[in-house]
């Protein structure tokens, strides 16, 4: 009888974090039909890897204190921004920022990594470079607000 609670209860654990994991459309399924940057603007992709090791933390990420999306495992989101300064942040029990300026026509990485917290996990943002980036994109998926196709 333990045995088999234990079997349901990692059954539920393990489903438990599968569901917290990006489902989404793959970026290098819909990079032909993203929507163009406009004139004076630039944009910022925010991205996290498909490691299970802090699964269940997927806080908000906020842009200049508006939230723009959530960390989640295998995911990414983007969003297009006037050229400026930027301050991104994601918080858990601790607030993790990290400034940057945005050019206009300039795209901008954003990685969110999960870290281990004092009580509980937290998320630590960091500029990505471009190459390495694009690499793992290809593998990531959409997590953002739908997007509109640019016209073909």
Do not use: W
């Amino acid at each position: 009888m333990k045995r088999v609670a234990r079997m349901m209860f990692a059954a539920v654990a393990v489903t438990s974090l599968l569901a917290g994991c990006a489902s989404g459309v793959k970026h290098s399924e819909m990079a032909a039909s993203m929507p163009t940057v406009k004139t004076g603007e630039g944009r910022v992709y925010f991205m996290r890897s498909a490691s299970m090791f802090g699964a269940a933390i997927q806080p908000d990420i906020r842009l200049n204190n508006e939230v723009v999306g959530e960390s989640k495992p295998g995911g990414f989101f983007f969003v297009d921004r006037p050229a400026g300064k930027y301050v991104a942040s994601a918080a858990t029990e601790t607030e993790k920022t990290l400034s940057f300026v945005l050019d206009a026509g300039e795209t901008k990485y954003v990685r969110s990594s999960p870290s281990m917290g004092l009580m509980v996990g937290r998320v630590v943002l960091e500029l990505e470079t471009p190459e390495k980036a694009k690499e793992e994109l290809s593998s990531l998926s959409y997590t953002g607000t739908p997007v509109k196709t640019a016209a073909k």
